[in-house]
């Protein structure tokens, strides 16, 4: 019902930027929100970034505060990730998700979403 499609990986030097995009079709949501997770070898996918839309709160995992930005364009339907100042820790699969359900809590866990991209790499050299 859902598709996502990521673009806007590739590799990047430390203290360089990238956006991410994640372009959205098929069925809507409204009220609901969209996540961002990465994943990199041999580690558990880890939540970056994520907004509600009814109440137009972002949420960021600890280890991208102050660098990344999540943000949306809806007339596109696509939702960006602004990566800042990378990091060689940044490196990894990066997903965007979508909720399957109304999420009623922050929407931290990657529990909380039901559907996702195929992923794109990011990779940071140092």
């Known amino acids: 019902q859902v598709q996502l499609v990521e673009s806007g990986g590739g590799l990047v030097q430390a203290g360089g930027s990238l956006r991410l995009s994640c372009a959205a079709s098929?069925?809507?949501?409204?009220?609901?929100?969209m996540g961002w997770f990465r994943q990199a070898p041999g580690k558990e996918r880890e939540f970056v970034a994520a907004?509600?839309?009814?109440?137009?709160?972002?949420y960021y995992g600890d280890s991208v505060k102050g660098r990344f930005t999540i943000s949306r364009d809806n007339a596109k339907n696509t939702v960006y990730l602004q990566m800042n100042s990378l990091k060689a820790e940044d490196t990894g699969v990066y997903y965007c998700?979508?909720?399957?359900?109304?999420?009623?809590?922050?929407?931290?866990?990657?529990?909380?979403?039901?559907?996702w991209g195929q992923g794109t790499q990011v990779t940071v050299s140092s």
């Open positions: 998700a979508a909720p399957s359900q109304l999420i009623t809590t922050a929407p931290t866990l990657k529990e909380q979403y039901g559907y």
């Open positions: 098929g069925r809507t949501f409204s009220g609901y929100g």
């Open positions: 907004f509600n839309w009814s109440g137009r709160n972002t």
